[in-house]
């Protein structure tokens, strides 16, 4: 289950780390917080423009790390707050979820399905 808190952040921009790994190592790209969207399976889903070295070693390796955060919400103890989101991760260019994430960004070639395993509040 996602937190109140972190779908909070969501409705705020800040920028968001999406890590994989691959044969060089660690990869990492970015995103916006008002780009996420939340699926009724409570799947984070991430319109994807760009991303081929993602796609590739998502494809090798689906585990994904995200953080993302807001200086504008409440935290653990003063204003500012982060996730961090371990979990799994699949990019598709079809389907219901492609569908929804095409019709609010035009320029999506795909969409990126996040399954978390954690989230953990870190700030």
């Given at each position: 289950?996602?937190?109140?808190?972190?779908?909070?952040?969501?409705?705020?921009?800040?920028?968001?780390?999406?890590?994989?790994d691959g044969a060089e190592g660690a990869h990492v790209v970015n995103t916006w917080n008002s780009y996420l969207q939340v699926s009724?399976?409570?799947?984070?889903?991430?319109p994807v423009g760009g991303m081929n070295t993602t796609e590739?070693?998502?494809?090798?390796n689906s585990k994904l790390l995200m953080t993302l955060g807001s200086r504008e919400v409440?935290?653990?103890?003063?204003?500012?707050?982060?996730?961090?989101v371990s979990g799994t991760a699949v990019i598709k260019g079809q389907g219901e979820e492609f569908d929804r994430?095409?019709?609010?960004?035009?320029w999506a070639r795909a969409?990126?399905?996040?399954?978390?395993?954690?989230?953990?509040?870190?700030?």
């Open positions: 289950m996602i937190p109140e808190t972190m779908l909070e952040v969501m409705k705020h921009e800040g920028v968001v780390a999406l890590v994989t009724k399976d409570e799947e984070i889903l991430v590739a070693n998502l494809k090798q409440q935290g653990l103890m003063y204003m500012g707050t982060g996730f961090l994430i095409k019709e609010k960004f035009p969409v990126m399905e996040i399954k978390p395993e954690s989230i953990k509040q870190t700030l």
